[in-house]
């Protein structure tokens, strides 16, 4: 089972957006695959919502991919906040993670992939190198979130193919 997590609970995001073209990607792949979007979740502390992600999501994926959009040169507390409240060991021990980074600027969110491989390393989860910036993604993404750019539809397409091989 793949889990796709759209690290940021703003409505209408950019990044639930890219989750989804990846979930698109992931399903006609694979027929295993969930997206969680952290819009309207509570996530702050072991809650029922959290527990119910665990149970149905977390817990069984072996493989998650994070979407995740810069905030303030990292990626969103709200992530990191589900991630603590979790149960470490059954959620996160010994799976493995893809990331791609989302950013109106250049970067893509370099430094917050950076950030969360570090945690994600700490969390004994196996992290696939290729860690793909999206940058400028409103000029990439249109509103729908179709890929306006080829060539990042042919990077993101790449992604997932090795993901499915790790």
């Known amino acids: 089972m793949i889990t796709i997590i759209s690290g940021t609970n703003r409505n209408d995001s950019m990044t639930l957006k890219v989750a989804r073209h990846y979930y698109k990607l992931l399903s006609e792949k694979t027929g295993n695959v969930h997206l969680i979007s952290l819009e309207n979740k509570n996530v702050w502390e072991r809650s029922g919502d959290l527990e119910e992600l665990e149970q149905q999501y977390l817990i069984p994926s072996e493989k998650f991919v994070f979407i995740m959009p810069e905030y303030n040169g990292s990626f969103p507390g709200i992530l990191k906040t589900m991630l603590d409240n979790t149960d470490i060991k059954k959620c996160w021990w010994h799976k493995k993670a893809m990331m791609a980074g989302v950013a109106d600027g250049r970067a893509g969110n370099l430094r917050g992939m950076e950030h ?51």
Not at 121 to 129: D, E, I, N, R, T
């Open 116 to 166: 969360m491989t570090n945690i994600l390393h700490y969390l004994k989860v196996h992290v696939l190198y290729n860690k793909l910036p999206i940058s400028r993604i409103n000029e990439e993404f249109d509103k729908d979130g179709n890929v306006l750019v080829p060539a990042t539809a042919s990077v993101i397409e790449q992604q997932v193919e090795e993901f499915l091989k790790f």
